[in-house]
T-cell receptor, first 111, second 112 residues
Framework: GENVEQHPSTLSVQEGDSAVIKCTYS??????FPWYKQELGKRPQLIID?????GEKKDQRIAVTLNKTAKHFSLHITETQPEDSAVYFC??????????FGAGTILRVKS | NAGVTQTPKFQVLKTGQSMTLQCAQD?????MSWYRQDPGMGLRLIHY???????DQGEVPNGYNVSRSTTEDFPLRLLSAAPSQTSVYFC???????????FGQGTRLTVV
């Protein structure tokens, strides 16, 4: 089955700096890669996603890049703000719309 | 439009007790799944369903049962609770293949 690895496990940045979180996946048949943000005590919320026929997608300060050949994808957050502090999860979707998640990255934005 | 609704939000069980976590969605989604979330381990798939009457096991299915008699509901049953099942449980649903997954608000379960 699919395996997703996520790095780093924790990331501290200064407000205004950029943050990058990277994930690798194992199943070359996977074709949908969402990113979720989870605040303490809340449910995971989708922040951006990308499909395998696209190399990059942007939404304001957030972007995701996908390299299908290397089987890795990354989340980029620019101009970080304190409210970006949360746990971020990458995921890869298998048959049956099963999401396989990375272990998560705790992002701390210091003001 | 309520989305994905889970009940209860909190539950404490004694070892050996059984219970059912409820999950309902009103978006007419075909795909539903259950995850458990433990510290440092992300979300792990317990069981999933691709439509009414069809269920299958995920990564960590032992100790749990599911059924999908309707499109809307996907209950998760703990047969004989164990302390190792202390976790936060999330139900999710999505529409067509590769559709965005929407999560319920979660159930925090403690087994003592």
């Amino acid at each position: 089955g699919e395996n997703v690895e996520q790095h780093p496990s924790t990331l501290s940045v200064q407000e205004g700096d950029s943050a990058v979180i990277k994930c690798t996946y194992s199943d070359s048949a996977s074709n949908y890669f969402p990113w979720y943000k989870q605040e303490l005590g809340k449910r995971p919320q989708l922040i951006i996603d990308i499909r395998s026929n696209v190399g990059e997608k942007k939404d304001q300060r957030i972007a995701v890049t996908l390299n299908k050949t290397a089987k890795h994808f990354s989340l980029h957050i620019t101009e970080t703000q304190p409210e970006d502090s949360a746990v971020y999860f990458c995921a890869s979707m298998e048959y049956g719309n099963k999401l396989v998640f990375g272990a998560g990255t705790i992002l701390r934005v210091k003001s | 439009n309520a989305g994905v609704t889970q009940t209860p939000k909190f539950q404490v069980l004694k070892t050996g007790q059984s219970m059912t976590l409820q999950c309902a969605q009103d978006m007419n989604h075909e795909y539903m799944s259950w995850y458990r979330q433990d510290p440092g381990m992300g979300l792990r798939l317990i069981h999933y369903s691709v439509g009414a009457g069809i269920t299958d096991q995920g990564e960590v299915p032992n100790g749990y049962n599911v059924s999908r008699s309707t499109t809307e509901d996907f209950p998760l049953r703990l047969l004989s609770a164990a302390p190792s099942q202390t976790s936060v449980y999330f139900c999710a649903s999505s529409s067509d293949r590769g559709g965005v997954a929407f999560f319920g608000q979660g159930t925090r379960l403690t087994v003592v």
